[in-house]
C-alpha cells in the first residue's frame, strides 16, 4: 500500500486511530453514510489488519463464529465459521478496497497524544512517522479509537523464577520467531486462555509433545469449526440473506449461553464438565484440569474448533499439566509437587497488557485527562472529553456486534450536529460522586491488572458498558441521539463548554 506524506498541518473531520477491525468498520458506516465526512486512519504499523496481522504464532484463529465477528454489511465468504488469521486478514483487506477505504489510510503513523480546544472545537493530534521519525500535525473536528485495548508492544509475562537458567528457547506468544522450529521438540506452553488451547494442538502434530502448564483451568467448550445451517443456507438462497439468517440465529444462540451461565452458573458447570468428559480419555482427571474454581463466565469461555484440544491429548500428542511452577531448571519447570517438566521450549502464553486507546495522552484544554475519573457514556464515550469516541466489543460475544451498533450511532450523531450546528458534544456524568464499577466485568488478570488505568461504568444507563447485545440495539441503533447526558454545543459556546467538562475529566 502506498505511504501517503502528511502536508505539515491537515485538517479532516475525523480522525480514526488504528487500521484493524475496529477501524475499516468505522470507515465503512462513514463511506456509505456519511459521504462527505472527510476522514483519515492513521495506523502504527506497516501493515493494516491489526490484531490478525501482529499475531503470527501457530494456529492462530478466532474464538467467535466469523457470522457475528464479520461485518453485518459484508458476508463471510468461507466454509469454516472459526477461521483463522489469513482468511480474516484476507476478510479485513478486501473490504477496505472494495469501498475504497485503503486511499484514507496512512500506515507508519503512529498517534503520540492528542489536544482539545475549546475555543477552536478541534482536536490538534501529534503524529510520529515511525519509519522516518518525522513528526505532523493534524486537527480534527473528531478523533475516534479503533485501536482496542491490548498493548500490541508487549505482552505480559510474570516474575518467573529461575528462568534465566533455562538452556532451551523461551518465546512470548505475541513475539512469534519466523525461525522457530519445533519439530521432534519437547513444548511446554505455559497458561490456560484463548492462547495456550490454540497452540496445544496446533503444535502438537510436529512436536514430540506439548505440555499445557496451568495454574487455574479454564472453561472450554467444542465447537463446529463449520456452520452446517450457514452452508446449507448458502446453496438455496442468496448469500446476503443467508449471511443474515445464521447472524441472527448465532448471536442467539451466544446470548442464551452466557445467560444461561449467569443465571444457572451450576447447570452449566455440570454440562460444561459432561460435554468435557464425553471428549477426554475414560478415567481422566477431568475435575483436576478441566474444573475451574469460578463461575462460567466469570472470565472468558474458551472455544476449541471441533475439540481439537481434547482430540490431541486422547492421540497422546498433549496434555495438560495443573500446579504452580517452583523454578526453572535447565533442562526444565520444576513444579511444587515436586514432578519436573522436560523442555527444549517453553512459550509463555501467560496474557497481555491492556493499553487502552493506543496509550495517546489526552488532553482537554490544557489539562491531562484521568481516564480512571471518567464514565463511559453508551459504551462509545468518556464523560468530560468532548468529541472522542472509542470502540471497545463485548467480552461475551463477537467484538463486531458492538462496532456495528456504536458505527451508525456515531453517524447519526454527526446527522444530529449538521442539523443543529453544534461543533461540540461532549458526555456530562450527574454527579462526580456517582457510583462506579470498572469498566470491564471480567475476572481475568489482564483486567484485574489495568484496573486502575481504565475509566469506569455506572450502575444505570447510559452510564453502563452493556454486555447485552439486544439492549444495545434499544440504546445505539433504536433510541434518540439527544439524551439529558449529553450537550451539544455551538460554536460560540465551544469554550466554555468543554472547559467545565474538563474539570469534570481530572477530577477537578
Request: charged fraction near 20%; aromatic fraction near 10%.
Amino acid at each position: 500500500m502506498t505511504v501517503h506524506h502528511l502536508p505539515p498541518t491537515e485538517h479532516v473531520d475525523v480522525l480514526i486511530v488504528g487500521a484493524g477491525l475496529s477501524g475499516i468498520g468505522v470507515a465503512r458506516y462513514l463511506e456509505t453514510e456519511r459521504p462527505n465526512t472527510s476522514y483519515v486512519i492513521l495506523e502504527s504499523r506497516a501493515v493494516t489488519g491489526g490484531t490478525w496481522d501482529l499475531f503470527r504464532y501457530p494456529g492462530i484463529r478466532s474464538d467467535s463464529d466469523m457470522h457475528t465477528y464479520g461485518y453485518a454489511f459484508k458476508p463471510w465468504p468461507y466454509k469454516k465459521s472459526i477461521a483463522g488469521a489469513a482468511d480474516i486478514l484476507s476478510y479485513l483487506r478486501e473490504t477496505a478496497a472494495e469501498y475504497g477505504i485503503n486511499r484514507h489510510i496512512r500506515l507508519n503513523h503512529k498517534v503520540i497524544q492528542a489536544s482539545w480546544s475549546g475555543a477552536q472545537a478541534l482536536w490538534t493530534v501529534e503524529v510520529e512517522r515511525t519509519d522516518t521519525g518525522e513528526r505532523k500535525t493534524i486537527l480534527a473536528k473528531w478523533l475516534f479509537s479503533a485501536a482496542g485495548y491490548f498493548h500490541h508492544d508487549q505482552g505480559f509475562t510474570p516474575q518467573l523464577e529461575g528462568i534465566e537458567r533455562f538452556q532451551g528457547r523461551t518465546v512470548h506468544p505475541q513475539h512469534w520467531p519466523e525461525d522457530l522450529d519445533y519439530t521432534g521438540k519437547r513444548v511446554v506452553v505455559i497458561g490456560s486462555g484463548a492462547t495456550a488451547v490454540t497452540l496445544l494442538p496446533a503444535m502438537a502434530d510436529k512436536a514430540k509433545h506439548v505440555t499445557m502448564l496451568q495454574r487455574t483451568p479454564t472453561y472450554v467448550v467444542s465447537l463446529p469449526s463449520e456452520d452446517v445451517i450457514a452452508n446449507t443456507l448458502r446453496k438455496v438462497m442468496p448469500h446476503a440473506w443467508a449471511y443474515a439468517l445464521v447472524r441472527r440465529k448465532n448471536i442467539a444462540i451466544s446470548r442464551g449461553i452466557w445467560y444461561l451461565c449467569k443465571k444457572r452458573p451450576k447447570f452449566a458447570r455440570r454440562l460444561i464438565r459432561f460435554l468435557n468428559k464425553r471428549q477426554l480419555p475414560k478415567g481422566y482427571p477431568i475435575d483436576v484440569h478441566f474444573n475451574p474454581p469460578y463461575d462460567p463466565w466469570d472470565q472468558r469461555l474458551c472455544a476449541v474448533p471441533d475439540g481439537d484440544l481434547f482430540k490431541a491429548i486422547r492421540q497422546g500428542q498433549a496434555s495438560v499439566v495443573t500446579d504452580r511452577i517452583k523454578t526453572f531448571t535447565e533442562t526444565g519447570i520444576l513444579l511444587e509437587s515436586g514432578q519436573e517438566l522436560p523442555a527444549d521450549i517453553v512459550v509463555t502464553a501467560t496474557g497481555l497488557n491492556i493499553r487502552l486507546f493506543g496509550g495517546i495522552q489526552l488532553t482537554v484544554d490544557g489539562e491531562p485527562v484521568d481516564l480512571h475519573s471518567t464514565v463511559t457514556f453508551k459504551g462509545m464515550m468518556l464523560s468530560g472529553v468532548p468529541n472522542y469516541v472509542f470502540s471497545i466489543g463485548y467480552t461475551n460475544s463477537s467484538w463486531t456486534l458492538k462496532l456495528g451498533l456504536l458505527a451508525q450511532h456515531f453517524c447519526r450523531m454527526l446527522d444530529h450536529m449538521d442539523r443543529t450546528g453544534s461543533a461540540i458534544c461532549v458526555p456530562e456524568a450527574p454527579d462526580a460522586d456517582m457510583p462506579k464499577l470498572p469498566l470491564l466485568n471480567l475476572g481475568a488478570g489482564y483486567v484485574k491488572r489495568a484496573v486502575q488505568s481504565m475509566p469506569c461504568q455506572g450502575l444505570e444507563t447510559p452510564w453502563v458498558m452493556s454486555e447485552d447485545y439486544n439492549l444495545d440495539v434499544a440504546n445505539l441503533r433504536n433510541s434518540p441521539v439527544e439524551n439529558p447526558f449529553l450537550r451539544f454545543g455551538h460554536a460560540h459556546q465551544a469554550s466554555s463548554t468543554a472547559r467545565s467538562q474538563a474539570r469534570q475529566a481530572v477530577g477537578a
